[in-house]
Each structure stands twice: as C-alpha cells, then as structure tokens.
Antibody
Framework: EVQVVESGGGLVQPGGSLRLSCVAS????????MNWIRQAPGKGLEWVSY????????YYADSVKGRFTISRDNAKNSLYLQMNGLRAEDTAVYYC????????????WGQGTLVTVSS | DIQMTQSPSSLSASVGDRVTITCRAS??????LNWYQQKPGKAPKLLIY???TLQSGVPSRFSGSGSGTDFALTISSLQPEDFGAYYC?????????FGQGTRLEIK
C-alpha cells in the first residue's frame, strides 16, 4: 500500500527554522517526482516546492524562494523541506505529495503536518 | 503565474441533484487541468486528471470536461458522501496553481 508520512511540524517563533520530513513506502520512490503543498488554516491549496526524481531539477514558489530548501534521499525513501526565516504567513498544514510525471497530477498525498509560526 | 478561478465559491445541493463546478484559467492550458476533492481534516484526493480522465477508483458519477481556458467538474447524481471542498489545478506550467476552491454542502 502506498503511504507517505510527514513529520517535523510544530510551533516556531517568527524568524525560526524547522525541518519537515516525509517517508514514503509502498512504491518505487526513486521513480517519482515529489512536491510540498501547503494549506493555511481555512484556506485553499498552495504549491510550495518541487523536486525531480534524481534531484536535478528543483522549483520553489516565489513566496518561499531563498528561505526554504527541498531535498530528498532516495536511499531512505525520504523527502525533506528545510524552512528558515519563518513568517506568520507560513503557518499551514504541509503535505508531502507524489507527482505522476506522465499525466502531470498529484496522485498521492500524505496526511500533512501542521507548522505554526507565532510568538 | 496562471490564475485559476472557480465558481461558485460555495453551493448547497440535494442528494440526486446534478452539480457542476466551473474553473477558468487566465490563459490557455490545453487540457492540463486536474480536479481534487478534500473532506474536512483530510488530505485532498485526485478525482480527474487531464481535464476528463477519471482517476482509478473514483465513482463514474464524477466527470470532467473542457479545454483551453474553460473547464467543468460535474457530479451527475449527488451522493451524501460528496460533501467537501473541490479544487481545480493547472499543470501546464510552473508554478502549478490551484483554484480557490468550491465548498459543496449537502442539503
């Protein structure tokens, strides 16, 4: 069974850092592109970052560029998001999301991890 | 960035009703359009990709149509379990963008 499980969320002060992790199982992780997508409380979905299967291509939303870093360890079936310089507007549930390359869609989502940026 | 605009923002319908949600892109996106359903407190679930292809396991009462800039998600006969939020998403170009969502309530 396909599973992606996020961890690492929590309460952090403005300007602080947090590292999110996502462990995948039930599929060949190295064959898939992965993304982080977030959802602020009561709001819609916002794409955050993309990483190709071999990490050779990476994209970021303008709202996080220069502050967040996506990475992956295919040997550990893991995806990461290093978040620095956190702001109140980064408060959201962060989802680890598998992307299907051929059909360009997000076909498997984790349960999400909540990041709260507040003093 | 490509802006995705959904309408309506919310709607209330009865079991058995035919329901249509529309999504408009700010520029042409061919058929690079996906639809997701999200239940409260849960992660989104892929319903339809490439504008009209039903994801495996999704009931056939869901259908998608459109190309270019105008798209629609239709539920042919609304069921009680169809409540929740629905989002369209363009995968034509980076950054991928989502519509603001449509909240569907069952009367």
């Amino acid at each position: 069974e396909v599973q992606v499980v996020e961890s690492g969320g929590g309460l952090v002060q403005p300007g602080g850092s947090l590292r999110l992790s996502c462990v995948a199982s039930g599929f060949n992780f190295i064959s898939y592109e992965m993304n982080w997508i977030r959802q602020a409380p009561g709001k819609g979905l916002e794409w955050v970052s993309y990483i190709s299967s071999t990490a050779t291509t990476i994209y970021y939303a303008d709202s996080v560029k220069g502050r967040f870093t996506i990475s992956r360890d295919n040997a550990k079936n893991s995806l990461y998001l290093q978040m620095n310089g956190l702001r109140a507007e980064d408060t959201a549930v962060y989802y680890c999301v598998r992307e299907v390359t051929v059909t360009d869609n997000f076909d498997w989502w984790g349960q999400g991890t909540l990041v709260t940026v507040s003093s | 960035d490509i802006q995705m605009t959904q309408s309506p923002s919310s709607l209330s319908a009865s079991v058995g009703d035919r329901v249509t949600i529309t999504c408009r892109a700010s520029q042409t996106i061919d058929t690079f359009l996906n639809w997701y359903q999200q239940k409260p407190g849960k992660a989104p679930k892929l319903l339809i990709y490439a504008a009209s292809t039903l994801q495996s396991g999704v009931p056939s009462r869901f259908s998608g149509s459109g190309s270019g800039t105008d798209f629609a998600l239709t539920i042919s006969s609304l069921q009680p379990e169809d409540f929740g939020a629905y989002y369209c998403q363009q995968s034509y170009t980076m950054p991928v963008t989502f519509g603001q969502g449509t909240r569907l309530e069952i009367k």
